[in-house]
């Protein structure tokens, strides 16, 4: 069975830096793309940034650039997201996902606030 676990949310301040981590079992991992989405309170689930099953290509929402950088280790099977020069519009339920499955992990909150 596939499962995805994201782990790494806490409460900082702005200007802050966390890094999440989501640990995928059950299935490929080296075989699949995986995508970061985040969904703050009250607003629609959107895309943060996508990453193919190699790691060579990258992708992400373009007010994020510069700030965010998604990374991964297939031998973990593990898929981070660094986050830099936290603001508090960025604070939501981050989630990971395998592109083209249905397979999501719970989420981990991330709140920024002073």
């Known amino acids: 069975q596939a499962q995805l676990v994201e782990s790494g949310g806490g409460v900082v301040p702005p200007g802050g830096s966390l890094t999440l981590s989501c640990a995928a079992s059950?299935?490929?991992?080296?075989?699949?793309?995986m995508k970061w989405f985040r969904q703050a309170p009250g607003k629609e689930r959107e895309l943060v940034a996508t990453?193919?099953?190699?790691?060579?290509?990258?992708s992400y929402e373009e007010s994020l650039k510069g700030r965010f950088a998604i990374s991964r280790d297939n031998a973990k099977s593990t898929v981070y997201l660094q986050m830099n020069s936290l603001e508090p519009d960025d604070t939501g339920v981050y989630y990971c996902?395998?592109?083209?499955?249905?397979?999501w992990g719970r989420g981990t909150q991330v709140t920024v606030s002073s």
């Open positions: 990453i193919t099953s190699s790691g060579e290509l990258l």
């Open positions: 059950g299935f490929s991992f080296r075989d699949y793309g």
């Open positions: 996902n395998a592109w083209g499955t249905n397979y």
